[in-house]
């Protein structure tokens, strides 16, 4: 082993800039101000409960695809990933593509909603939005564009209602939860879900964003803010950072039923790809999956690795099935600038495509 040498006096240049960076950065974050996240013009066209359904403002100096797309979030965090700031925004991606773009918002659960299940998010809310548009449109279906979680709600809903589905887009979703790589499996396999949701009824979200988080416990509870330092002198960036920080610990609540039916029947028994997913009066069929899918999938995704999105292909019963790999993580799909200049206009084009 070769020692590491250290000189005092370069030791002390390190830790004098370092503390310079710091003080200085001190002062930008007390002049910081607000974080602005969601940043494309929206407005509301339904509410129900908790959950709201927004129309972005679509762009008329583009070409517009008839069909609107509905993209559905997952559950855990908030739905403004997907359009954090002006220039890392899926939304505006889709919309410069010249499609009509809408988004559920689910809210924060509260003890009211204890007992809603996933056929009260899927056969409920999702359906009722899916009704809202196709009036608003005078359309008998929409694209759907499901990410994560929403994703696997996404399949699952347009297994159970294919004829309200014209086109599927499923990003870093979720399909066969057992592949070896998956580390959220492997640590929810033995856990006695039903012990934890009679104990605390909804799951908090502090739980499952620290849950998330010792995924990579060094890199993004440690490393990270070492990192950050560096960023302190420049406001823009130290305001990407927070924002970026924001929606992290921005955690909602999950619905006790709703989570408690997941975790069982998804990640321990694995039941989607089984087919033995039961939704309401509704048992999950993928052969059902008639309609054209586009599955985008991230190659350094560390919560849900590519073979478990990958696996999709083996299961639906379309032969219009294609598959768009981005190289990166499964947050960086989303905001990242390669993903901008790749996926929402590939999104785009597959629509446009098939409508």
Same mark, same amino acid.
């Given at each position: 082993?070769?020692?590491?040498?250290?000189?005092?006096?370069?030791?002390?240049?390190?830790?004098?800039?370092?503390?310079?960076?710091?003080?200085?950065?001190?002062?930008?974050?007390?002049?910081?101000?607000?974080?602005?996240?969601?940043?494309?013009?929206?407005?509301?066209?339904?509410?129900?409960?908790?959950?709201?359904?927004?129309?972005?403002?679509?762009?008329?100096?583009?070409?517009?695809?008839?069909?609107?797309? %509905?993209?559905?979030?997952? @559950?855990?965090?908030? /739905? $403004?990933?997907?359009?954090? &700031?002006?220039?890392?925004?899926? =939304?505006?991606?889709?919309?410069?593509?010249?499609?009509?773009?809408?988004?559920?918002?689910?809210?924060?659960?509260?003890?009211?909603?204890?007992?809603?299940?996933?056929?009260?998010?899927?056969?409920?809310?999702?359906?009722?939005?899916?009704?809202?548009?196709?009036?608003?449109?005078?359309?008998?279906?929409?694209?759907?564009?499901?990410?994560?979680?929403?994703?696997?709600?996404?399949?699952?809903?347009?297994?159970?209602?294919?004829?309200?589905?014209?086109?599927?887009?499923?990003?870093?979703?979720?399909?066969?939860?057992?592949?070896?790589?998956?580390?959220?499996?492997?640590?929810?396999?033995?856990?006695?879900?039903?012990?934890?949701?009679?104990?605390?009824?909804?799951?908090?979200?502090?739980? %499952?964003?620290?849950?998330? @988080?010792?995924?990579? /416990? $060094?890199?993004?509870?440690? &490393?990270?803010?070492?990192?950050? =330092?560096?960023?302190?002198?420049?406001?823009?960036?130290?305001?990407?950072?927070?924002?970026?920080?924001?929606?992290?610990?921005?955690?909602?609540?999950?619905?006790?039923?709703?989570?408690?039916?997941?975790?069982?029947?998804?990640?321990?028994?694995?039941?989607?790809?089984?087919?033995?997913?039961?939704?309401?009066?509704?048992?999950?069929?993928?052969?059902?999956?008639?309609?054209?899918?586009?599955?985008?999938?991230?190659?350094?995704?560390?919560?849900?690795?590519?073979?478990?999105?990958?696996?999709?292909?083996?299961?639906?019963?379309?032969?219009?099935?294609?598959?768009?790999?981005?190289?990166?993580?499964?947050?960086?799909?989303?905001?990242?600038?390669?993903?901008?200049?790749?996926?929402?206009?590939?999104?785009?084009?597959? @629509?446009?495509?098939?409508?």
């Amino acid at each position: 082993m070769i020692p590491v040498q250290i000189r005092p006096d370069q030791a002390l240049e390190e830790l004098t800039n370092f503390s310079q960076k710091l003080g200085h950065g001190l002062q930008n974050l007390m002049e910081v101000g607000d974080i602005p996240t969601g940043v494309t013009p929206k407005e509301p066209v339904y509410h129900e409960d908790k959950m709201v359904l927004y129309r972005f403002q679509p762009d008329t100096q583009k070409v517009q695809n008839r069909i609107p797309v %509905l993209i559905v979030y997952a @559950l855990v965090n908030r /739905p $403004y990933m997907t359009d954090l &700031q002006e220039n890392r925004s899926t =939304v505006r991606g889709l919309l410069e593509a010249g499609l009509d773009v809408y988004l559920i918002d689910w809210g924060y659960p509260d003890r009211a909603d204890r007992y809603m299940g996933l056929d009260d998010y899927i056969n409920g809310y999702i359906d009722r939005c899916v009704n809202v548009i196709c009036r608003r449109h005078n359309i008998d279906a929409v694209n759907l564009l499901g990410i994560c979680q929403g994703g696997t709600f996404s399949l699952c809903y347009s297994a159970m209602h294919p004829e309200k589905v014209s086109n599927l887009v499923t990003m870093v979703t979720p399909v066969d939860f057992h592949t070896p790589d998956n580390m959220l499996t492997n640590w929810a396999r033995n856990i006695n879900i039903d012990l934890l949701v009679d104990t605390l009824g909804n799951i908090p979200g502090e739980l %499952l964003n620290w849950t998330f @988080l010792m995924l990579k /416990p $060094y890199q993004l509870a440690g &490393q990270k803010y070492m990192n950050m =330092v560096e960023l302190l002198d420049n406001p823009q960036q130290l305001k990407n950072f927070l924002r970026m920080e924001k929606w992290i610990f921005d955690s909602p609540d999950q619905a006790g039923e709703a989570y408690r039916q997941f975790i069982k029947d998804f990640y321990q028994a694995n039941k989607l790809i089984k087919g033995d997913v039961q939704i309401g009066e509704h048992n999950i069929n993928l052969g059902n999956l008639t309609m054209p899918v586009l599955n985008i999938y991230a190659m350094q995704d560390h919560l849900v690795p590519p073979a478990a999105s990958q696996a999709l292909k083996h299961h639906v019963g379309t032969k219009d099935y294609t598959e768009l790999s981005f190289p990166g993580g499964h947050i960086g799909i989303y905001v990242s600038g390669k993903a901008q200049k790749l996926v929402p206009p590939a999104i785009g084009t597959w @629509l446009d495509e098939r409508t």
